[in-house]
């Protein structure tokens, strides 16, 4: 009987302490949960002022000055497509000279959100992305480097290699590109004189870039061009060169 009494009262504060601990968790968690709450909403709060604040920045600095002139920035465009040129030698094989005559090359703005443009005190509109082709024509196959170079590090985001035998093209495409674009100053516009340049294969592979071109010669308001439309007639001219030489013997 006393033994029962005894295991009765111990059994009750079991029950109620483990109410008691069960109570304690449930307000602990209700406490951490605030305080996480407010310590996500002030992470929240810094990381949406760190961002705004970086914006501000970026906008601070792209109008900021001195800036480098027109001319240093072409300068630094002509080195860098020169040594685009010598990463293309390496990438296709070719740094004995197996092609005819020079590489011929044209590009224009990467297309990229984060390409920005800027108005040049020339009057010329230049950009900080790049994407260039470089061509070369042997023979029998036409090989081709195309990249994403960025002006502002110097150094090419990405590059694709390819080579194919003239008789696989099945079409050159040229069509005009109507693109918006972002200035250094926050603001957008409607720019002319994007053109797209393409060549299919019966493989259903594409050689593709786009480029710029002038209206007129000071280019006043347009693009700064990236070689010339010179590359097009040329791969062109060689296209119905060997049409015309080869085609009858490969039927």
Known sequence: MMIGGVLFVIALLILICGGAIILLSIFLGIIAFIIWGNGSFEYSQKKQRYEEDLEQYKNDYAQAEPKPSDEQIDEWMDDDIANIIEESLIKLDLEDGDYNANPLYIGGPANLDKTRYALGEDGKIRYSHLN????????????????????????????????????????????????????????????????????????????????????????????????????????????????????????
């Open 132 to 251: 260039v082709l470089i061509v070369y024509l042997t023979d029998h196959n036409i090989l081709t480097y195309e990249c994403v170079h960025t002006l502002i590090h110097g150094h090419t985001l990405s590059d694709i290699t390819q080579e194919f035998p003239y008789k696989e093209i099945t079409n050159l495409q040229i069509k005009t590109v109507n693109k918006k674009i972002s200035f250094v100053n926050g603001n957008k516009d409607f720019v002319d004189g994007i053109h797209q340049f393409a060549l299919y294969t019966s493989g259903a592979n594409v050689i593709k870039v786009t480029y710029s071109f002038s209206h007129n010669i000071d280019q006043q308001g347009e693009l700064v061009t990236i070689g010339s439309e010179e590359t097009i007639k040329a791969v062109r001219k060689k296209l119905e060169e060997y049409k015309k030489r080869y085609q009858k013997y490969e039927r």
